[in-house]
Structure formats: structure tokens, C-alpha cells
């Protein structure tokens, strides 16, 4: 019977619970990732298996055994050097989430969809260099274009009161504002605009930490750019 070896494929993920403990070939790779994960006593007893079926006029060599125990030896401990890795991501996301927590109840700015409910919203425009006009873009949560306003091409804060096509209030709900920078008719510049808004609450997960802006619009706090406190 030849000697156990080990395979560091690639295999699928869903890798089947006795493909794992075939006495044929361990598939450490897939293995790693079951909920049973195959550890020192699966490969003793699959050792104990192999010596029991081995061919009397040829058994296997004793060096055999410990390059397969060897093997295994450095697979085991880098499958805990990565369990350890990934608790220790664990507390540091749990770091952050203390730090964010400092957050809510301050105003963020970034360019996020914003929530209109009848309260003017103070946008941070930021024209591109060579603009001589400038036009904030209003669309609604379907991408239908509802409002387009002039604004002075300056980076000074300016207050957007939701106005419609028709200067009559939208109606409450998402939009996405974009900054049009235009040198004449021409637009060379075109980006969402930033805004405030406040932050009611943060939430870790497995993509980072996440805040929750008024109206329960979700930014990356990475995606941050400013804080400040709230504005009476």
C-alpha cells in the first residue's frame, strides 16, 4: 500500500466530509475550512488504518511516517497561527467599533445618498480647478434626474433646500446629488457631493465598520472625510 501523502490543491469549497478523511489523499486545503476540521487524531487514525492494510512483504518505511507527520506537523500550526490571526482581527474591528463610538451624535461628512425630510441639508461642494459654473444634479432613489440648481463655483458650504424642477419641495425620500463642474457648456468634471449629516449609530461586520446616518442611509467610516459637532 503506498505511503499517505498530502495534496495542497486547489479544490472546491464544498468539499464533501469523507473526502477528508479519505485514507487515500487528505485534502488539507478543503479540509481546513469544514466544521469538523481535520486535525492530529484524524490523521493518527488514518495511520493506524494504512499500517494495518499494508502489505506485509513490503511495508512501509518509518521515514515515510515522519515525513507524513512532519507534513501534517507545519499544516496544524499554520491552521492555528490563522485562527489566531483572525480573533485578533476580531478585537482590533472591536477597537474601531469603541472608537466610532465617540461618533454618534456628531455630524459626518461624506458623499453618501442623502435622506430628505423637508430640512435643508448643507452640502460641501468642491468644484473641479477651470470650472466658471457650477450645477448640483438631483436624482431621485429610481436614478430619475428631478432638480437641477446652479450654485456659485466656490468650495463654501451651501444650503440645498430640496427644491424640485418646479422650485416646489420634493418629496421626502433618497437622492443622489452630483456636482457638475462646467467651464461653459462644457462639463469636465462630475462627482457625487459631499454633505453632513448626523450619526446615529455604528455597526461592526464583516465588511468593517459601518455608520448609520439620519434617515438610515449606510456609510463606511472610511468613507468619512469630516466631523464635526452638530449644527444648532
Partial sequence: MPPLTFGFEEDDDHIRHNQCHSPQRARIRGCLGHQDQFRLHDLLRMLTVQMQNQDPMNPIESSDYAVQLATFS???QQVRTNELLAEMAGR???FGMADMAGW???EARSNAPIHYDGTPVT???NPAVGA???VIAVKDAQGSLVAREEIPVSAEPYQWLGAGAD???LPHGVYTVTLESLNG???IDSRPVEYYALVNEARGGPGGTKLVLKGGIEVAATDITALREPVS
Fill in 74 to 76: 507545519g499544516v496544524e
Fill in 167 to 169: 422650485g416646489m419641495p
Fill in 185 to 187: 457648456e462644457e462639463v
Fill in 104 to 106: 454618534i451624535g456628531k
Fill in 132 to 134: 466658471t459654473r457650477a
Fill in 92 to 94: 482590533f474591528q472591536q
Fill in 123 to 125: 452640502l460641501s461642494p
